[in-house]
């Protein structure tokens, strides 16, 4: 069969995705996961008494730990694909990620399974993160002086 053929099979029989749909639903579900985020930033900080500064941890962890039981769960998966970018972007995202690969290789134990393979995805992340965040510190110290 032609290239060509081949292509215009391929094209015909590929589904149409809805780009503006797709946007507008991660849209507000990265919206609604900020919403409780700042729910849970009050809840802690007005009922715990807890300062600001240190919700905000506190915050981050209870999603977090809600990313990783519904990970384990199998939930996560199901509203990520549905979700989009709304829910992959966000930390739960991320908890999502290193949560997954440990789940995947659990059989192969503690150290060769999830220590190993618990970053794949995720260790990438982590290793752009750092080097971006010493460029930029060190333009900003260019630019800006100490």
Do not use: Q
Not at 18 to 42: K, Y
Not at 68 to 87: H, I, S
Not at 88 to 101: D, K, L, N, R
């Amino acid at each position: 069969m032609e290239k060509s053929k081949y292509n215009e099979i391929v094209k015909k029989h590929t589904p149409k995705e809805d780009r503006l749909f797709n946007a507008m639903i991660s849209f507000l579900t990265g919206g609604i996961m900020g919403v409780i985020g700042e729910i849970l930033l009050h809840v802690y900080s007005y009922y715990f008494d807890i300062p600001t500064t240190e919700a905000s941890t506190f915050m981050i962890v209870t999603l977090i730990f809600i990313g990783c039981l519904f990970t384990c769960f199998g939930f996560f998966d199901k509203w990520v694909g549905f979700a989009k970018a709304g829910l992959f972007v966000p930390i739960t995202g991320f908890a999502h990620a290193m949560m997954s690969a440990a789940l995947d290789f659990r059989k192969e134990g503690f150290v060769t399974g999830i220590g190993a393979s618990m970053l794949k995805l995720s260790g990438s992340v982590i290793i752009f993160g750092v080097v971006s965040a010493y460029a930029f510190g060190l333009v900003r110290l260019i630019i800006f002086g100490g």
